[in-house]
């Protein structure tokens, strides 16, 4: 063991820190609140990078590893069931944290806009933080579960008591929809407990594949329960990512739910079900996800089709987005259908790239609010003439939206449609219809918003200030690094994503 072993202890926790010395200031000192809460996700930023610098990326396995044994329930007559601490960092999951730690930061500053309750505001933002950290982190399903179920609480509480108009009903829906993801995950957790006595991933793991080896598995009953855990755990992540039919929860959130808030819903929390999509469903039970692979096929077409149609014919900037999430998620749908090493590769990537690129596209739509007070399309007709600052990163933010060759976007697209075709050209070309329609209604929503006749009521609109401008620059300048040096990204993952192909049996 090494000093780095507890790297994804200290990267977890460390906002913690910025919530402690949020509890000894004042609530009405806003100011000093709004500024030690953003200083609050700098440590986190700090480790991750640490990290992603000192991760080897040719190492096979979990690095900077650390277990502890914490629970043991005794069992008569059996070892019993021990739950463990147990935390580590792999391909998969690092480019996920350093993700969440960077678009948590640019979050944080694009929270300057809340004014009421500030102090409870960013102790729940700093929570939240920690709870995604630790579920991309988690080498345990119960510690996973533990993570994942915070992420939940702090959400429901910062759309619910700082959203717009409707915040109580989106609030609400969220849960509704997530509570029963979380009540079937728990379900198929318990099971794995059941069958394979443990929840540690790595003994699971091998412990899948000692089942999946020998042919007998398939004439007994544990034949009927070992898909009913898949899925359970399909459905659960299938809600959280999300699926169709399982997406109108997430439509409302992006519209209710304050712009910081949405930063980290749209870039982050969304992401959760594809991680959970790609390390609990292709990862433990390849031979299943092989019979299932077409499903999600047909399911990523419908996705992505469904949600650039809708896309098109939305009058607020907000739902346009939100539909354009639909969509996009059906190309992560796509990468994992594919089951090579392409399609998974572009499932990632989609994953961090859409991340920053909503990201950005949510903080632009806050500021834009700010000034204007509306995010309809019709009402902002002729904004670049007064905000040429915001309306040229609103273009540029577009055309990575679209998959622009040179942005992250046409790597991510690229490479999951590459993985498809190999695998089901028709589907592919069909879903490549999905691609010409985001550029449709994103230029449509762009161009609308920027350009066209200058409207009197914005004589008076000033362009974006210092704080503004520079968390959008950071999150376009990376956008534009992943598109221009995609190994940035793809090294780190390259070897973890080879063992679960090899696992697939590609």
Same mark, same amino acid.
């Given at each position: 063991m090494t000093v780095w072993n507890g790297l994804p202890t200290w990267v977890t926790f460390s906002p913690i820190l910025g919530m402690l010395v949020l509890l000894f200031i004042p609530r009405q000192r806003n100011r000093w609140l709004k500024w030690v809460g953003m200083a609050g996700?700098?440590?986190?930023?700090?480790?991750?990078?640490?990290?992603?610098?000192?991760?080897?990326p040719q190492s096979r396995g979990v690095q900077f590893a650390q277990h502890v044994s914490w629970i043991h329930i005794p069992i008569p007559q059996s070892p019993g069931w021990k739950l463990s601490y147990?935390?580590?960092?792999?391909?998969?999951?690092?480019?996920?944290?350093?993700?969440?730690?960077?678009?948590?930061?640019?979050?944080?500053?694009?929270?300057?806009?809340?004014?009421?309750?500030?102090?409870?505001?960013?102790?729940?933002?700093?929570l939240l933080e920690t709870a995604m950290l630790g579920v991309f982190l988690a080498r345990d399903l119960f510690l996973f579960f533990l993570f994942f179920e915070v992420t939940l609480v702090a959400t429901y509480f910062l759309v619910g008591i700082w959203g717009y108009m409707e915040r109580e009903r989106a609030a609400n829906q969220f849960l509704l929809y997530n509570g029963l993801g979380s009540a079937l995950m728990l379900l198929a957790f318990g099971?794995?407990?059941?069958?394979?006595?443990?929840?540690?991933?790595?003994?699971?793991?091998v412990r899948t594949s000692q089942l999946f080896a020998d042919p007998e598995w398939m004439q007994g009953p544990l034949r009927q329960v070992i898909w009913g855990i898949f899925l359970c755990i399909l459905i659960a992540f299938g809600i959280k990512l999300p699926a169709f039919p399982f997406h109108t929860w997430m439509l409302r959130v992006h519209v209710e739910a304050p712009p910081a808030v949405v930063m980290i819903h749209s870039g982050v929390l969304l992401k959760m079900g594809a991680y959970g999509l790609i390390r609990f469903g292709v990862d433990l039970f390849p031979p299943l996800v092989q019979q299932m692979a077409t499903f999600l096929a047909v399911l990523g077409l419908v996705n992505i089709l469904y949600g650039a149609a809708l896309a098109f014919v939305q009058r607020d900037l907000k739902r346009v987005l939100a539909y354009s999430s639909v969509s996009h998620m059906g190309i992560i749908l796509f990468g994992i259908a594919a089951l090579n090493f392409s399609g998974l590769?572009?499932?990632?990537?989609?994953?961090?790239?859409?991340?920053?690129?909503?990201?950005?596209?949510?903080?632009?739509?806050?500021?834009?609010?700010?000034?204007?007070?509306?995010?309809?399309?019709?009402?902002?007709? =002729? $904004?670049?003439?007064?905000?040429?600052?915001? +309306?040229?990163? !609103?273009?540029?933010? &577009?055309?990575?939206?679209? =998959? $622009?060759?040179?942005?992250?976007?046409?790597? +991510?697209?690229? !490479?999951?449609?590459? &993985?498809?075709?190999k695998q089901y050209p028709v589907i592919a070309g069909i879903g490549a219809l999905g691609l010409i329609l985001a550029a449709a209604y994103t230029l449509r929503a762009v161009m609308a918003a920027t350009f066209g006749p200058f409207l009197d009521r914005w004589e008076r609109l000033t362009d974006t200030k210092a704080v503004e401008t520079v968390p959008m620059l950071v999150l376009l300048g990376l956008i534009i690094a992943i598109g221009v040096y995609p190994q940035m990204l793809g090294e780190p993952m390259q070897t973890t994503l080879q063992m679960i192909v090899t696992r697939i049996g590609g």
């Open positions: 996700t700098l440590p986190p930023l700090i480790l991750a990078i640490t990290m992603f610098v000192l991760f080897d147990a935390m580590g960092a792999d391909g998969l999951s690092l480019p996920l944290v350093l993700m969440t730690t960077i678009i948590a930061a640019l979050a944080a500053v694009g929270s300057m806009y809340i004014k009421e309750r500030v102090k409870s505001y960013f102790l729940l933002f700093l099971g794995l407990l059941l069958v394979f006595g443990t929840l540690n991933l790595d003994q699971l793991l590769q572009g499932a990632v990537f989609q994953a961090v790239s859409h991340g920053f690129i909503s990201a950005l596209m949510f903080l632009i739509i806050a500021v834009l609010y700010e000034r204007t007070g509306t995010t309809m399309i019709d009402e902002m007709s =002729g $904004l670049a003439k007064a905000m040429p600052v915001l +309306s040229g990163v !609103l273009l540029a933010g &577009g055309l990575a939206l679209l =998959g $622009l060759p040179g942005m992250s976007g046409f790597v +991510s697209e690229f !490479l999951a449609f590459l &993985g498809m075709f």
